[in-house]
């Protein structure tokens, strides 16, 4: 039997999203087959009789209608009278459905779509609108259906608020105007580099409870230091940026305080993995957005070598020819913002790491010492940690430590 797209009112050239079900697959009445999605809405579509699936005719980015064919079914189980009746009863509901229903579209791994779970298609909406992936959930109705109840489980066994979810979810509110309504705009894509980074940004924001300690860093005898180098054969000034101090100050830190170059495995397991390496991330700003490479094994290098490695690795990074793997494995990340300007911000935890600096533009101040004024140059610090493994105390002696390595016993200045 051929299956085909039911009435969905009005809506004509809608994408398919996903596909939920593979040739050679046995279906049951309320499985879903595939969902769609226009401008404004999405909807599962799914099967009205039980059957064997045969073929598969429609994939995902293919635009459908009312008629096109989504499979051919084998070994039907349902009388004609019966299927007829049933489509007449599910096209009206899917018309309901796709007037109501508005959910934001989602990227679709076809592997994992291939060995879904079984779940209605109000348990997927519910899943959806958590953030869930239902493939992850058990259910507990027949033949392993999952239902509203078995996500629920899932998200409370996962340590996760669902009150506090439930409200983020409300506030995905629908615009009551478009943009246009008020005056002329402009639609652009949303550069790749953004679009990869929000999932991982989403994650920590929501995931990791962020703590951020502020402070400041005496950095006058550091840059005193930085600004008198000279090449002892030419004479030349020896050019250095102060993110490369920075950058081996924050490796001796790290060595005081392991807690700081973790990650934390599942929060259940009471486990977290300790790092005996010491690879920096880097925010680099690009015409495309963000990127974080590593800088490898900084604690083992002269500062001189790290400021080359940073230029080059920053190069790499403008011009997307940066390799996926050294966007990975790193210890902690610093973030700058002193090239721009501004002082203390709150930066966001690049997981799996448990801490990230965020450095401001250092300026002169006026700092009362040994009963008088004397002019210092300031670095303004600010410290995320995940307050899961690292207290508040803790990360006020990991900032007077990183302070005192920036001051003025800074013994890295060995390494230039």
């Known amino acids: 039997m051929e299956i085909k797209v039911p009435d969905i009112g009005d809506f004509k050239d809608v994408e398919v999203i996903e596909v939920l079900v593979a040739t050679g697959q046995k279906i049951k009445k309320n499985d879903p087959l595939i969902t769609i999605?226009?401008?404004?809405?999405?909807v599962e579509i799914p099967s009205i009789f039980d059957g064997k699936i045969k073929s598969v005719k429609t994939k995902i980015g293919d635009k459908v209608s009312e008629g096109d064919l989504i499979l051919i079914l084998e070994n039907v189980t349902r009388e004609k009278e019966e299927i007829e009746e049933n489509l007449k009863i599910e096209n009206e509901t899917k018309k309901d459905d796709l007037?109501?229903?508005?959910?934001?579209?989602?990227?679709?791994d076809q592997n994992k779509l291939k060995n879904s779970s079984s779940a209605s298609p109000k348990a997927r909406k519910f899943a959806r609108e958590l953030g869930v992936d239902i493939n992850q959930v058990t259910g507990s109705e027949k033949n392993g259906r999952v239902v509203e109840d078995d996500i629920k489980k899932f998200v409370s066994s996962k340590s996760k608020n669902i009150?506090?979810?439930?409200?983020?979810?409300n506030i995905k509110l629908k615009n009551e105007f478009e943009h246009s309504d008020f005056g002329e705009i402009e639609i652009k894509e949303i550069p790749r580099v953004k679009k990869l980074a929000s999932t991982y940004l989403v994650n920590s924001w929501t995931n990791i409870p962020h703590v951020t300690n502020h402070d400041e860093a005496d950095i006058t005898e550091m840059e005193s230091f930085r600004n008198s180098l000279t090449d002892l054969y030419t004479g030349e000034k020896i050019k250095i940026t102060p993110l490369a101090f920075i950058i081996k100050a924050l490796a001796v830190s790290l060595k005081k305080f392991p807690n700081f170059n973790s990650s934390i495995d599942e929060i259940e397991t009471g486990k977290m993995t300790l790092k005996r390496y010491y690879h920096i991330g880097v925010a680099v700003d690009t015409p495309n957005g963000l990127m974080v490479p590593k800088l490898?094994?900084?604690?083992?290098?002269?500062?001189?070598?790290?400021?080359?490695?940073?230029?080059e690795i920053s190069e790499l990074c403008r011009n997307l020819k940066i390799s996926k793997k050294e966007l990975f494995g790193g210890s902690m990340t610093i973030t700058s913002l002193g090239g721009i300007g501004g002082s203390f911000f709150t930066p966001i935890i690049n997981y799996p790491e448990v801490a990230i600096l965020g450095i401001g533009r250092s300026q002169k101040k006026q700092i009362y010492i040994d009963g008088k004024f004397e002019t210092r140059v300031i670095l303004p610090l600010s410290l995320s940690y995940d307050h899961r493994i690292i207290d508040g105390a803790e990360a006020a002696r990991f900032n007077n430590e990183l302070k005192e390595n920036l001051g003025k016993n800074f013994a890295y200045k060995l390494a230039v």
């Open 296 to 311: 490898r094994n900084v604690n083992s290098k002269k500062i001189s070598i790290i400021g080359n490695e940073l230029k």
């Open 37 to 42: 999605e226009s401008d404004k809405s999405s």
């Open 163 to 169: 009150d506090k979810l439930n409200e983020s979810k």
């Open 99 to 108: 007037i109501d229903l508005t959910v934001d579209k989602k990227s679709i």
